[in-house]
């Protein structure tokens, strides 16, 4: 069974970079049978797709965030980590990591707030 939890601060002043780590446990995430994503929920709003780093490393970002994303992975502590860079307080959300997708394994959820 796969399990996923994230880790990382809760509060981030705004132009500064947001930090998360996914560890993951049942599984490698060198596993050719997964793809691990980052997923967020704004307040009072859905849930928007990040980005998500494939078995073999490679990664793909949304658009709307490829300036300033980055997903990165270390295969011997078996995480995957966020980073988001010059965040605004519209960068607050609920971060889940995930993999497979929607049906795929969750996160429980870090609340991460944008304020100064």
């Known amino acids: 069974q796969v399990q996923l939890q994230e880790s990382g601060p809760g509060l981030v002043k705004p132009s500064l970079t947001l930090s998360l780590t996914c560890t993951v446990s049942g599984v490698s995430i060198t596993s050719n049978l997964y793809a691990w994503s980052w997923i967020r929920q704004p307040p009072g709003k859905g849930l928007e797709w990040m980005g998500v780093i494939a078995y073999d490393g490679s990664t793909y970002y949304a658009s709307s965030l490829e300036s300033r994303i980055s997903i990165y992975r270390d295969t011997s502590k078996n995480q995957f980590s966020l980073q988001l860079s010059s965040v605004a307080p519209v960068d607050t959300a609920v971060y889940y990591c995930?993999?497979?997708?929607?049906?795929?394994?969750w996160g429980q959820g870090t609340q991460v707030t944008v304020s100064s």
């Open positions: 995930n993999a497979n997708g929607r049906f795929g394994s």
